[in-house]
């Protein structure tokens, strides 16, 4: 996978070794990297980073994209060649 090293990529199969998620939304549910908005009657605060989830997954995750912004050739699915 782009941006995603032998260490971290071994951390995500270890984390996800024996589910079974039938969509990306379910394992990115699972995972928890997505943005929550908390609403409470007429009140709706901005999206703050949710602390549910797989603490290890995530960070997984999180560490792929900051190596991501690192290298202009991994910024994108398209490889040149």
Do not use: C
């Amino acid at each position: 996978m782009p941006a995603v090293g032998v260490s971290a990529e071994a951390r995500i199969l270890t984390e996800v070794a024996g589910k079974e998620f039938k969509t990306s939304g379910h394992l990115a549910s699972y995972a928890g990297p997505a943005p929550v908005t908390w609403r409470s009657g007429t009140s709706t605060r901005s999206d703050h980073h949710s602390r549910k989830g797989n603490k290890t997954l995530k960070r997984a995750f999180f560490l792929s994209a900051f190596v991501a912004l690192k290298d202009p050739l991994r910024r994108t699915s398209h490889q040149p060649g």
